[in-house]
């Protein structure tokens, strides 16, 4: 099939063009990096409960074996990233704030690290709820950055059949291209990881979506499942935030999904194609989440690139694999659309963290940046997709009436994509001001129900 008849003719409203940057590692091959000394490993990098440790400290473990278990459904194990000794378990500073209990693991520098725990399965026998409990096992959460765990998506509420599987090519947020490659470098992978969400779900239609800018992944994937009449290809226009679920929804199916709730209250499941591609790797050999592909990227990076590292990898140690060595860097885990900035570089890589950004300091003592009061200009309000009000949100926000955000302006419909702040030229932090907003209103209500 020719590639313009892959295009879908939907789109989202709203939403913003940033400049990508993507070319400074979208040609880079995904290239292993050395083993950092120590990893560091925290019991809960997923939504959900923490996971329990199964091992003490002074225990050597091998590369693979689980470390830790779930915690009920709605959590997932750990795997060893690496074959060595637990130094300890003892709390450390997270890329979320608060310091959350970690296994600190010593890696065995003299070790072969190969991947000595292996469980297959022979993956034509297993029903529906075991490929859900293998995935479970595998302690898969959404690599995209949601970190939720992928087995409760595979299990949508029974009054809400789904009927069509997307899978999230699109790695909208500037600078990230480590979707891109693995498109590219491993589409048996994620075809296999598809085929598994399509049988786990009951689902025959599966649909996956990729923006414009990436068409030579496009093409190839179309080569790929030309024989298979259940997947198909769908190219949609590069536009942030083109990769939330609900925009994806609306380009690739002219599917609205109400404010409030899940894609599959219009029959939809939605999985980032990383995800896909690491359970078509693991299942088989019934292994878990161990390392994931960064793409570390920004002017402050000497060696741009896609690097596979295993989960725990101190940021410092990334960095300085990659050449960053001057501390006068803004460092954002993330894309700098939905990312966060860090201050301090102790904490480790996370299963959902796909990407740094680093960025050269603004000169100081320049204006650039500042922020200034609002001029109405309405630039927010035509950028939000989701059709807020976000200079009225900026301005409650600041006059403290977080009920009223709410209450009359739909705070809660705000997915933090970013596309307002980016507008905006009076350099309001209008997201900054959402996130204490909400956090706010759930510590409030949190408080109100006990
Ligand atoms: S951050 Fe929220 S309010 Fe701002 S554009 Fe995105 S969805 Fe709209
Ligand atoms: S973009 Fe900024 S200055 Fe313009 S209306 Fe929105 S908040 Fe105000």
């Not at 109400?258 to 019934?286: D, K, Y």
């Amino acid at each position: 099939m020719k590639l313009s008849a892959l295009f879908s003719g939907n789109t989202f409203q709203h939403g913003v063009h940033p400049h990508d940057y993507k070319g400074l590692t979208r040609h880079l091959p995904i290239r292993r990096l050395p083993f950092a000394p120590e990893l560091i490993l925290p019991l809960s990098q997923h939504a959900g409960k923490a996971s329990t440790p199964l091992v003490k400290p002074g225990e050597e473990v091998v590369r693979g074996q689980p470390i830790a278990v779930a915690d009920g459904f709605v959590s997932v194990p750990l795997h060893a990233p690496a074959t060595g000794r637990v130094r300890s378990l003892q709390l450390m500073p997270s890329a979320r704030g608060p310091k959350t209990m970690s296994l600190i693991l010593q890696v065995y520098q003299g070790s072969s690290q190969k991947e000595l725990y292996d469980h297959p399965h022979d993956l034509r026998q297993l029903s529906a709820d075991e490929i859900i409990q293998a995935v479970q096992e595998a302690g898969m959460v959404g690599l995209g950055g949601a970190a939720f765990p992928t087995h409760v998506k595979m299990k949508p509420p029974a009054e809400q059949p789904v009927d069509t599987i997307i899978a999230n090519g699109c790695e909208c947020e500037p600078y990230l291209t480590c979707d891109h490659r693995l498109m590219l470098e491993q589409p048996d992978n994620l075809i296999q990881g598809l085929h598994l969400m399509q049988r786990a779900l009951g689902v025959e239609r599966a649909i996956i979506g990729i923006e414009d800018n990436k068409l030579d992944a496009a093409q190839l994937l179309q080569d790929y499942v030309s024989n298979d009449p259940t997947i198909a290809v769908k190219v949609v226009k590069t536009k942030y935030p083109q990769g939330a679920e609900k925009m994806l929804i609306k380009s690739v199916l002219n599917r609205e999904v109400p404010p409030g709730s899940l894609p599959s209250a219009v029959g939809v499941s939605v999985f980032n194609v990383g995800t896909l591609t690491q359970i078509g790797e693991l299942l088989p050999h019934g292994r878990g989440v161990i390392e994931r592909v960064v793409t570390v990227s920004g002017d402050g990076v000497q060696h741009p690139g896609n690097y596979l590292v295993p989960v725990g990898t101190p940021v410092e140690f990334l960095l300085k694999q990659a050449g960053v060595v001057d501390a006068a860097h803004e460092v954002i885990l993330g894309g700098p659309m939905m990312g966060m900035s860090i201050a301090a570089l102790d904490v480790p890589v996370t299963k959902a963290m796909s990407g740094m950004v680093v960025l050269k300091k603004p000169e100081p003592d320049t204006e650039r940046g500042k922020e200034q009061p609002c001029i109405r200009c309405g630039y927010c309000v035509e950028a939000c997709p989701m059709q807020l009000n976000p200079s009225m949100l900026g301005m409650l926000a600041t006059s403290a009436d977080y009920t009223g955000m709410q209450e009359n302006y739909h705070l809660n419909d705000c997915f933090e994509c970013g596309s307002c702040s980016y507008v905006c030229p009076s350099n309001i932090p209008l997201v900054q001001y959402f996130r204490i907003a909400k956090s706010i209103n759930r510590d409030r209500q949190e408080t109100a129900q006990k």
